[in-house]
């Protein structure tokens, strides 16, 4: 889930920490760069820190959650069809009642190589 803030104060984050993405759309550096341009812009013209601080998650949100969902769907393509198949046979296992998890998790015996 994306941060829905990034400043408290006088600190605030910037890319990977703000905005960390799976890199399938290719945009996490770039939109590391696009924060620190309009950072640096706004402490440059605002009278404070804290006011640049506040247009700045204004400014950078909003368009970063856009990228990193549509990152997150475009990652998710990559594995289509068979991913939702294997997802589908493991949930089956993952989900299982407790008692029947550890009965699973615990009698496990690796295969004789
Ligand atoms: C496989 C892969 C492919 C990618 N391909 C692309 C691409 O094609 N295009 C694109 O735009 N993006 C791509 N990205 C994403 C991109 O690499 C990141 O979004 C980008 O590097 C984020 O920059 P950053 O400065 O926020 O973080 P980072 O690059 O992670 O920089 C953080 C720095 O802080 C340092 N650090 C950590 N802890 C401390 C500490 N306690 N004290 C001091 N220093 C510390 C780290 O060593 C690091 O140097 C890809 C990522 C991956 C994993």
Do not use: C
Not at 18 to 30: D, E, S
Not at 33 to 51: I, K, T
Not at 52 to 80: K, N, P
């Amino acid at each position: 889930m994306p941060l829905t803030r990034w400043s408290r104060g006088r600190v605030t984050l910037l890319g990977d920490a703000a905005h960390a993405m799976v890199p399938a759309l290719g945009q996490g550096a770039n939109t590391a760069f696009e924060d620190a341009g309009e950072l640096a812009q706004l402490l440059a013209r605002q009278p404070g820190v804290e006011e640049a601080l506040a247009r700045y998650d204004t400014s950078r949100i909003y368009r970063t959650q856009i990228i990193h969902a549509r990152s997150a769907l475009q990652g998710s393509r990559y594995y289509e069809p068979d991913v939702e198949k294997f997802v589908r046979g493991v949930l089956e296992q993952a989900n299982a009642d407790q008692t029947a998890f550890e009965d699973w998790l615990y009698s496990y015996t690796p295969p004789v190589p």
